[in-house]
């Protein structure tokens, strides 16, 4: 489903967490190691439409809820130049066909706007945006 390893987090092509997914490796049999459903292949930036964005996943674990149910998840940031070009590509692809699907639930989301940072040492945050 996910098209990675549980325990260290490497494609199922092989490698380690950060080796990038060789999506037409194959095992013993005709089908591909990571499936072209899986969250890992549909979100890769070689996907039709894609871009790079910047992901960054953070687990929590925030106890029980009051019937005893694990209040666990993942905090997912994305930063990129253009949220129409960068994420939503990206989430419109896994919406409609992520085989993760059927086991996560979506709470919450939120865009913000980070300005450019300081180029020289007598800027300001921002500048460019309003000078050019």
């Known amino acids: 489903i996910i098209g ?31 499936r072209k459903d899986s969250h890992v292949a549909l979100a890769h930036p070689s996907h039709p439409g894609h871009s790079r964005i910047l ?3 953070y687990n ?4 029980n ?10 905090f997912f940031l994305a930063y990129q130049r253009d949220i129409r070009t960068g994420f ?5 692809t896994l919406a409609a ?8 639930q979506h709470v919450g989301s939120a865009a913000f ?8 040492t007598d800027g300001w945050l921002g500048q460019s945006l309003f000078e050019g």
């Open 55 to 57: 992901r960054r996943g």
């Open 97 to 104: 066909s992520d085989s993760m699907n059927e086991y996560i």
């Open 4 to 34: 990675r390893a549980k325990g260290s987090g490497a494609p199922l092509s092989g490698g380690e967490e950060f080796t990038e997914p060789d999506f037409a490796a194959v095992g013993s049999g005709p089908n591909p190691l990571i």
């Open 60 to 63: 929590f674990v925030d106890g």
């Open 113 to 120: 706007a980070i300005p450019p940072g300081v180029a020289t």
């Open 65 to 74: 809820d009051g019937l005893g149910r694990l209040e666990a998840g993942l």
């Open 88 to 92: 939503l590509p990206v989430q419109k």
